[in-house]
């Protein structure tokens, strides 16, 4: 039996209504070395999880098209990991330091019950830890194709008196399939539980640190000529001087801590339970990157220069928050009963910005890709509020109605504190809020059989990024910028008995305010609200156990996410006024019409599996005006996993083939890249070997 959490509350994944899917640790496992997401979330419907191969840039994720617009990082998502936020309050998020290896499943949960967990939750992802039950000791070691090369090492088990610990900890190193592609990571977690009678009480670590060159993508032509190239700008100097090598590449380091408590009440009294969890943490960047040093120092249009932010981001953010909720249960007649769940989050975001710029020296002797003199410097912070509460009744032993209900609140303030020239002060603040209703009905026709019917409102505010400037050129936040909003249905059904599972979903969203680019200049992108896009298609995910042996899974996705406002985008950077019109009707960028996971498992022995996996996915469009596209693809992967049981513990050993026919294939696209470098390639046939010792003590 699968359980889920999405719903404040632990119950079965088949009986909730609304589409989501769960990835258990034994298919995390076999997926990968345990590094991205992107290794396992194929076989889940309905999202998109892209490896960039850029351990610089974090992976490409969207739900149903939502996040889809983002060119670098996570948007539009909210991520969770054991119940604390990976998601800022304005939607921005990361994954860097999920901890898959101690993970005993991933929750991707799409469609209007998204809007439950806050503003700018397109799609959810979740990561639950898996409580440790016996003590056992841990060793792995992964090679693999590009250098790769990780060991990790872990303890875990219960300590007595009800509490528990896992440790762990990681070091990987990757050369990358293409120049200037290395990267290393550092990354440790803890995780102390104590329950005991009606208390759990669950203390998370976690420690980050990950330098990374950054390939950047390539153009089509760079792509067709040599997928494992560099584009030159990416790449360090050989000497002083030499123009238009900024040796790109980022640093990030964070530190986090997060505190549940979840306590049972007795008695027989309606409230049953409580939750809060609260969490703080800092994260620090550093990125290089290869802006032209005549974009932030032209003597020929100083008015525009001095207001450019450089080519270096450097920024410290401190966040923290709480989230607490009730639950309450009453027993109805008839075996039926009543839930309520309702409860408040608070979430701040403060964060030290600053740029400088990424040169320094004369033209004959300068020095590209190091931090050069300060052009902005910032303090900004997001504050985000919300109210919620979620009530399911079970009208009859077949009927269930359930209503939820989320008020949110994100205020967004910016104090500039880099004011010279024609450079004016940006500083700023201002408002959105937003109640966001759901509804469903479900059908449970038998214990084999339910139905449901789902419909909902969301709203994407826009990020701190996307407000920082206004499109007139004027100083100040860009307070014009409106908040995305969304209405969402969703039909869907799940079947389950000994030989099959599946689940079906066709859904319909449109949104209002869709969130676009406005103007594209000296170094300051800015953005508008484009119209009205509608996002609609249908998800298939089942299991098939064919003989005791022998099982297959498929998971298919068909998406049409299209815009129904025609507009206009820039043709080319400088961008003052976009001026390239996009037909109504359009797909929207970044976004996928067809993908699909199928996997065949033999285990002729509990101490044996071999496998089969073919991951394809339709053409990509890369840029609003549709005028580029990443072709499609099929990708063939194998597996063989062989347990050995030693004298004392076990090893269990891993190998995967992916890629097998070495195809050439565009894994990722940078979304409207301003340079025409869309394309992030996928690396050719590449092979990994897992090993994995595990002992009691």
């Given at each position: 039996?699968?359980?889920?959490?999405?719903?404040?509350?632990?119950?079965?994944?088949?009986?909730?209504?609304?589409?989501?899917?769960?990835?258990?640790?034994?298919?995390?496992?076999?997926?990968?070395?345990?590094?991205?997401?992107?290794?396992?979330?194929s076989?889940?419907?309905?999202?998109?999880v892209?490896?960039?191969?850029?351990?610089?840039?974090?992976?490409q994720?969207?739900?149903?098209g939502?996040?889809a617009?983002?060119?670098?990082?996570?948007?539009g998502?909210?991520?969770?990991?054991?119940?604390?936020?990976?998601?800022?309050?304005d939607?921005?998020?990361?994954?860097?330091?999920?901890?898959?290896a101690?993970?005993?499943?991933?929750?991707v949960?799409?469609?209007?019950?998204?809007?439950?967990?806050?503003?700018?939750?397109?799609?959810?992802i979740?990561?639950?830890?898996?409580?440790?039950?016996?003590?056992?000791?841990?060793?792995?070691?992964?090679?693999?194709?590009?250098?790769?090369?990780?060991?990790?090492?872990?303890?875990?088990?219960?300590?007595?008196?009800?509490?528990?610990?896992?440790?762990?900890?990681?070091?990987?190193?990757?050369?990358?399939?293409?120049?200037?592609s290395?990267?290393?990571?550092?990354?440790?977690?803890?995780?102390?539980?104590?329950?005991?009678?009606?208390?759990?009480?669950?203390?998370v670590?976690?420690?980050?640190?990950?330098?990374?060159?950054?390939?950047?993508?390539l153009?089509?032509?760079q792509?067709?000529?040599?997928?494992?190239?560099t584009?030159?700008v990416?790449l360090?100097?050989n000497?002083?001087?030499?123009?238009?090598r900024?040796?790109?590449?980022?640093h990030?380091?964070?530190?986090?801590a997060?505190?549940?408590?979840?306590?049972?009440?007795?008695?027989?009294?309606?409230?049953s339970?409580?939750?809060?969890a609260?969490?703080?943490?800092r994260?620090?960047?550093?990125q290089w990157?290869?802006?032209?040093?005549?974009?932030?120092?032209?003597a020929?249009?100083?008015?525009?220069?001095?207001r450019?932010?450089?080519?270096v981001?450097?920024?410290?953010?401190?966040?923290?928050?709480?989230?607490?909720?009730?639950?309450?249960r009453w027993a109805?007649?008839?075996?039926r009963?009543?839930?309520?769940?309702?409860?408040?989050?608070?979430?701040?975001?403060?964060?030290?910005?600053r740029?400088f710029e990424?040169?320094?020296?004369?033209?004959?002797?300068?020095l590209l890709g190091v931090?050069?003199?300060?052009?902005?410097?910032?303090?900004?912070?997001?504050?985000g509020?919300?109210?919620?509460?979620?009530?399911?009744?079970?009208?009859?032993?077949?009927?269930a109605?359930?209503?939820?209900?989320?008020?949110?609140?994100?205020?967004?303030?910016?104090?500039?504190?880099?004011?010279?020239?024609?450079?004016?002060?940006?500083?700023?603040?201002l408002g959105?809020?937003?109640?966001?209703?759901?509804?469903?009905v479900?059908?449970?026709?038998?214990?084999?059989?339910?139905?449901?019917?789902?419909?909902?409102?969301?709203?994407?505010?826009p990020?701190?990024?996307?407000?920082?400037?206004?499109?007139?050129?004027?100083?100040?936040?860009?307070?014009?910028?409106?908040?995305?909003?969304?209405?969402q249905?969703?039909?869907?059904?799940k079947w389950?008995?000994?030989?099959?599972?599946a689940?079906?979903?066709?859904?319909?969203?449109?949104?209002?305010?869709?969130?676009?680019?406005?103007?594209?200049?000296?170094?300051?992108?800015?953005?508008?609200?484009?119209?009205r896009?509608?996002?609609?298609?249908?998800?298939?995910?089942?299991?098939?156990?064919?003989?005791?042996?022998?099982?297959?899974l498929?998971?298919?996705?068909?998406?049409?996410?299209?815009?129904?406002?025609?507009?206009?985008?820039?043709?080319?950077?400088?961008?003052?006024?976009?001026?390239?019109?996009?037909?109504?009707?359009?797909?929207?960028?970044?976004?996928?019409?067809?993908?699909?996971?199928?996997?065949?498992?033999?285990?002729p022995?509990?101490?044996?599996?071999?496998?089969?996996?073919?991951?394809?996915?339709?053409r990509?469009?890369?840029?609003?005006?549709?005028?580029?596209?990443?072709?499609?693809?099929?990708?063939?992967a194998?597996?063989?996993?062989?347990?050995?049981?030693?004298?004392?513990?076990?090893?269990?050993?891993l190998?995967?083939?992916?890629?097998?026919?070495?195809?050439?294939?565009?894994?990722?696209?940078?979304?409207?890249?301003?340079?025409?470098?869309?394309?992030?390639?996928?690396?050719?046939?590449?092979?990994?070997?897992?090993?994995?010792?595990?002992?009691?003590?």
């Amino acid at each position: 039996m699968v359980t889920i959490t999405a719903s404040g509350n632990e119950r079965r994944l088949f009986d909730t209504p609304y589409a989501v899917g769960a990835v258990t640790a034994d298919a995390l496992r076999v997926a990968g070395p345990g590094v991205n997401l992107s290794e396992a979330l194929s076989r889940v419907a309905g999202i998109t999880v892209n490896n960039r191969s850029n351990f610089a840039q974090d992976l490409q994720i969207s739900s149903r098209g939502f996040g889809a617009r983002a060119s670098f990082g996570v948007r539009g998502m909210r991520l969770v990991s054991d119940g604390i936020p990976a998601s800022g309050p304005d939607g921005q998020g990361q994954v860097s330091h999920f901890d898959l290896a101690g993970a005993a499943r991933v929750e991707v949960l799409r469609g209007p019950f998204t809007a439950l967990f806050g503003s700018s939750s397109g799609g959810v992802i979740s990561i639950v830890s898996a409580a440790p039950t016996t003590r056992r000791v841990q060793l792995q070691l992964d090679g693999g194709s590009d250098g790769l090369l990780q060991g990790r090492a872990s303890i875990e088990g219960p300590l007595g008196d009800g509490w528990s610990l896992r440790a762990q900890v990681s070091r990987l190193h990757v050369d990358g399939f293409r120049p200037h592609s290395s990267a290393r990571r550092t990354l440790g977690n803890v995780r102390l539980g104590w329950e005991q009678g009606a208390d759990r009480v669950l203390l998370v670590l976690n420690s980050l640190s990950q330098p990374a060159q950054d390939p950047l993508g390539l153009n089509q032509a760079q792509f067709d000529v040599d997928p494992d190239q560099t584009t030159g700008v990416a790449l360090p100097q050989n000497m002083p001087g030499e123009a238009d090598r900024f040796n790109t590449r980022k640093h990030t380091a964070q530190d986090q801590a997060g505190l549940s408590w979840r306590h049972r009440f007795g008695g027989g009294q309606a409230l049953s339970e409580s939750q809060v969890a609260l969490y703080s943490g800092r994260r620090s960047v550093t990125q290089w990157q290869s802006i032209p040093v005549a974009t932030q120092s032209n003597a020929t249009n100083p008015a525009l220069t001095e207001r450019h932010p450089g080519g270096v981001i450097d920024f410290d953010r401190r966040y923290r928050g709480v989230d607490a909720r009730l639950v309450w249960r009453w027993a109805l007649a008839g075996e039926r009963g009543l839930q309520l769940v309702a409860g408040a989050a608070v979430e701040d975001s403060n964060e030290d910005r600053r740029g400088f710029e990424n040169f320094s020296g004369e033209p004959a002797t300068r020095l590209l890709g190091v931090t050069g003199r300060l052009r902005r410097d910032e303090v900004n912070q997001v504050r985000g509020r919300d109210l919620y509460a979620q009530m399911e009744a079970e009208l009859t032993a077949q009927w269930a109605l359930t209503f939820g209900l989320r008020h949110s609140r994100v205020d967004f303030s910016s104090d500039d504190r880099f004011i010279a020239g024609s450079n004016g002060d940006d500083s700023g603040s201002l408002g959105f809020a937003a109640t966001k209703p759901v509804a469903a009905v479900q059908w449970r026709a038998s214990p084999a059989f339910t139905a449901y019917l789902s419909l909902g409102k969301g709203s994407e505010t826009p990020t701190l990024n996307e407000l920082a400037y206004r499109p007139d050129g004027a100083a100040g936040l860009n307070t014009e910028l409106k908040a995305q909003t969304s209405r969402q249905v969703e039909l869907g059904a799940k079947w389950r008995d000994e030989r099959a599972d599946a689940d079906v979903a066709l859904f319909d969203a449109r949104s209002e305010d869709e969130i676009g680019v406005a103007s594209n200049r000296g170094g300051r992108a800015t953005f508008r609200n484009i119209g009205r896009t509608q996002r609609r298609g249908a998800e298939l995910s089942t299991t098939v156990r064919f003989t005791p042996t022998l099982r297959g899974l498929l998971s298919a996705t068909w998406l049409e996410a299209t815009s129904s406002d025609g507009f206009a985008v820039c043709a080319a950077l400088p961008c003052i006024t976009p001026t390239v019109p996009v037909a109504a009707g359009t797909q929207i960028a970044g976004t996928l019409q067809r993908s699909g996971f199928v996997e065949l498992a033999w285990a002729p022995s509990a101490a044996w599996e071999l496998a089969a996996e073919v991951r394809g996915q339709g053409r990509l469009p890369v840029n609003d005006s549709n005028s580029a596209h990443a072709p499609g693809f099929g990708l063939l992967a194998l597996r063989v996993r062989w347990q050995v049981a030693l004298p004392v513990g076990q090893l269990d050993l891993l190998a995967r083939l992916d890629n097998v026919a070495d195809r050439r294939v565009v894994g990722s696209v940078i979304v409207n890249e301003g340079n025409g470098r869309f394309f992030e390639p996928a690396p050719g046939r590449s092979a990994l070997l897992s090993l994995r010792y595990s002992a009691p003590f």
